[in-house]
């Protein structure tokens, strides 16, 4: 015996299935979606802000080690001629190791880097050549002492041997 409506019955149970069936697919869907997407998210922002810290660390480390050289470069003024050279090398080991430390980097900022280390190098070769300037022009003004000093001794003796050529 069956119902007199058993085909609406039927039709209305697989309605109700199907209905069911589509919110449960519906709400899985954004369950699973809503847990993966920050968890994706989250990945990303963690690569971001390790990217941002390593950039950072090699903006310190680059940093630090360039206001060393510089200070170095600055001081120059106050090495006699010996002290330079021997300067100069500690100097040319620094900016090496800067110009290697600069080949390490993954930083977008390479080219600003790069640029900053062609004018520490002009800097220094500036600062080398008034050097130089100073003590060539510290060595005239030795030389122009010394030659007056050789011309005054000159006519002292020129006026000694003056004397003893007339008491003769």
């Given at each position: 015996?069956?119902?007199?409506?058993?085909?609406?019955?039927?039709?209305?149970?697989?309605?109700?299935?199907?209905?069911?069936?589509?919110?449960?697919?519906?709400?899985?869907?954004?369950?699973?979606?809503?847990?993966?997407?920050?968890?994706?998210?989250?990945?990303?922002?963690?690569?971001?802000?390790?990217?941002?810290?390593?950039?950072?660390?090699?903006?310190?480390?680059?940093?630090?080690?360039?206001?060393e050289v510089s200070s170095m470069i600055d001081s120059l003024g106050n090495k006699?001629?010996?002290?330079?050279?021997?300067y100069s090398t500690s100097i040319d080991k620094k900016v090496d190791e800067l110009n290697a430390l600069l080949k390490t980097a993954a930083t977008d900022d390479v080219k600003l880097y790069t640029t900053?280390?062609?004018?520490?190098?002009?800097?220094?070769?500036?600062?080398?050549?008034?050097?130089?300037?100073?003590?060539?022009?510290s060595n005239e003004k030795e030389y122009q002492a010394q030659i007056e000093k050789l011309q005054d001794r000159n006519l002292q003796l020129y006026g000694q041997l003056n004397d003893c050529i007339k008491s003769k």
């Open positions: 015996m069956q119902p007199n409506n058993h085909a609406e019955r039927r039709k209305a149970s697989l309605n109700f299935m199907l209905l069911f069936l589509i919110c449960t697919a519906i709400i899985i869907t954004t369950v699973f979606y809503s847990t993966r997407i920050p968890f994706t998210q989250n990945k990303k922002l963690v690569e971001e802000k390790n990217s941002f810290t390593q950039r950072d660390e090699f903006k310190s480390n680059f940093t630090d080690r360039f206001t006699t001629s010996g002290e330079i050279s021997i900053v280390m062609t004018n520490l190098n002009r800097y220094y070769d500036a600062k080398k050549a008034a050097k130089k300037d100073v003590e060539t022009t």
